[in-house]
């Protein structure tokens, strides 16, 4: 395997200036540099604009390797999203640090690298606590039989609680932060502690899904601690909506509405707010094919004088103060979920009144379908 150090021999300079060759800097073919395991997974999208920075500015930062015994080819260590960019952008060689073959320190450069992202997702971020704290316990003699004792002995909130302080404790003793320090930098145990709760409580099977069709909840930290707190069951079912549903401006949905579509919005729900919220679910994963078909069907079952259109309604369809109520009730309704969204995204109101907010969100997002006609408009008599 070619092998191609940087020319790195030191000059002499006229000002005396210190410098000198680093021979660990070397360049290596991009198709022999393999992945291993990742605690962040590649993003396709920051790949592509990677890709394109490459090809017209070159590289910037070195990517680290390192050489795993048994094998003949390099091992990446660091920058996972500069070689698969490299490689989308045809570039054969890229500048690299050989570093460590040991497990810990590997983790440890992957999570140094990474922990202060600025895209940084809540849930990647939970994982390079975790793999932190872990590395250390480890190298402590602790294993994850300590946390389980101590989830059995004191609860799940116990032991996050002193995991959370643990986990600063640690970052401590590997960075030297104080405690004004670690919050400074957005580790308070507050923090930490809802970081260790994602990781604890989400499935990667579950987070994966999100991935895959790259939904905002990734981003909402407040929204996947809330899916966090719900029964096994119902985390499945409400992904299940997060990732094939959209609303009924083609966004993607909140939290909050796919509950409501998922059925589990609210356990009293009385029977009619069940069915419509089953049947905006189904309408929803509809092609638009199925919906014009679906609405064919419905277009003889509207009682009098109700009824479909094509495009916008027509001008007699409704009286202007018929459409002027109409839109002054949708903006209303637009502004209490926005309004609702927000105090629940501040955990202004906490506990099980934050979740009953959530609640009242999706049912406001149905009155608002309903009003709307679903997306379509609903014509009447004057």
């Known amino acids: 395997m070619a092998q191609h150090l940087i020319d790195a021999a030191p000059a ?31 993003d396709p999208v920051r790949v592509q604009g990677l890709a394109a920075t490459l090809r017209k500015d070159g590289q910037d930062t070195p990517i680290q390797v390192c050489r795993l015994p048994g094998r003949n080819r390099w091992t990446l260590v660091t920058g996972a999203h500069r070689r698969a960019a490299a490689e989308l952008a045809g570039i054969e060689y890229l500048r690299a640090e050989v570093v460590s073959q040991e497990r810990n320190s590997r983790r440890l450069r992957e999570i140094r ?17 975790a793999e932190l704290v872990q590395i250390k316990r480890a190298q402590a003699g602790l294993t994850e039989e300590n946390y389980r004792d101590t989830q059995a002995r004191y609860g799940l909130k116990r032991a ?25 930098l957005g580790f308070a145990d507050r923090t930490v502690r809802r970081d260790l709760e994602l990781y604890r409580g989400l499935p990667a099977s579950l987070v994966e899904r999100l991935r895959a069709v790259r939904h905002p909840i ?64 189904a309408f929803a994963r509809m092609s638009l094919a199925e919906r014009k078909g679906a609405l064919a069907q419905l277009a003889g079952m509207l009682p009098s004088p109700f009824r479909l259109t094509e495009g916008e309604p027509a001008a007699s369809a409704f009286s202007s103060e018929h459409v002027r109520y109409r839109e002054e009730a949708l903006a209303a309704l637009d502004s209490a ?5 927000g105090l629940v995204e501040d955990e202004v109101v906490p506990g099980e009144r934050g979740v009953a ?10 009155t608002r379908f309903t009003i709307a006609g679903n997306g379509f408009p609903l014509g009447g008599a004057a």
């Open 12 to 42: 002499t300079p006229a000002d005396g200036l210190h410098q000198e060759a680093l021979p660990d800097f070397i360049l290596v073919r991009t198709d022999e540099v393999d992945e291993d395991e990742r605690l962040r997974p590649v």
């Open 113 to 129: 690298e990474n922990l202060f992202a600025p895209d940084l997702l809540p849930i990647d971020r939970a994982a390079f606590v």
């Open 357 to 366: 907010l959530e609640h009242v969100a999706a049912e406001l997002q149905l």
């Open 337 to 341: 979920r926005t309004l609702i969204d």
């Open 160 to 184: 996050l609680q002193y995991e959370a302080a643990e986990t600063l404790d640690t970052m401590s003793g590997v960075y030297g932060w104080s405690r004004e320090v670690a919050a400074d």
């Open 218 to 281: 990734l981003s909402n930290a407040s929204q996947l601690r809330a899916l966090v707190k719900l029964p096994p069951a119902e985390r499945e079912a409400i992904v299940d909506q997060l990732v094939t549903a959209v609303d009924g401006k083609g966004k993607p949905l909140t939290l909050a509405l796919a509950r409501a579509l998922a059925g589990s919005g609210s356990p009293s729900a009385d029977p009619e707010t069940k069915r419509l919220s089953a049947f905006i679910g």
